[in-house]
């Protein structure tokens, strides 16, 4: 069953918690626990992200690949393990860190469409000048942390069963054999909604 996740985090941002979240999609084993996919995606993602980040909440929902009037929601829940997982020198909340994999397909104009993330990390490896200040670039060693995230993401191991997830498109098309994540070497800039 193909199944839509999202995974809640917040941070400090101008005097008050700002939400946001990452959304995945995952071609699950029938009856997999969508708890357990939530937590095994933060074990994911959690190294790359500041220690000032806080994991909240997560829901899931599907099958996301069958319009929208199949949809509904499966489980959602908070995580009891609430902190980031980096000790990174804080930078401007809404620079974002880009991860994208090559779905394999191109467009109408012959372009590569590529799945992204778009990672709020809130801090950067060994800075001392705040990125988007002076210099937006990501460090190589965070560079290679999000390269780890991105061939993580591609098969996640689930459970105690080892259950396995595959990263795949909304529509349900996984990655091509061999995709490797690319990140992009500068922060971007992606506002929070709200």
Not at 102 to 113: A, D, E, F, P
Not at 133 to 162: E, F
Not at 173 to 193: A, E
């Amino acid at each position: 069953m193909i199944v839509g996740i999202s995974i809640t985090k917040e941070e400090q941002f101008r005097g008050r918690n700002e939400e946001f979240s990452n959304v995945y999609h995952f071609d699950t084993a029938v009856g997999m626990d969508p708890a357990n996919l939530a937590n095994a995606i933060s074990l994911i993602e959690r190294p790359v992200f500041n220690s000032t980040v806080q994991f909240k909440s997560w829901k899931a929902w599907g099958p996301t690949n069958q319009g929208e009037a199949a949809n509904e929601m499966l489980a959602e829940g908070e995580f009891q393990n609430r902190s980031g997982g980096a000790g990174f020198q804080q930078i401007y909340s809404e620079l974002a860190a880009v991860v994208s994999w090559s779905t394999g397909r191109k467009n109408t104009r012959g372009q590569l469409i590529y799945l992204r993330k778009y990672l709020h990390v809130c801090g950067a490896e060994g800075t001392s000048a705040a990125p988007g200040l002076t210099d937006a670039t990501i460090p190589v060693t965070q560079q290679n942390a999000l390269i780890t995230y991105g061939n993580a993401c591609k098969n996640v191991l689930v459970g105690a069963a080892q259950q396995e997830a595959h990263l795949v498109d909304k529509q349900g098309r996984r990655l091509p054999l061999g995709t490797n994540p690319k990140v992009l070497p500068h922060f971007h800039i992606r506002q929070f909604r709200g």
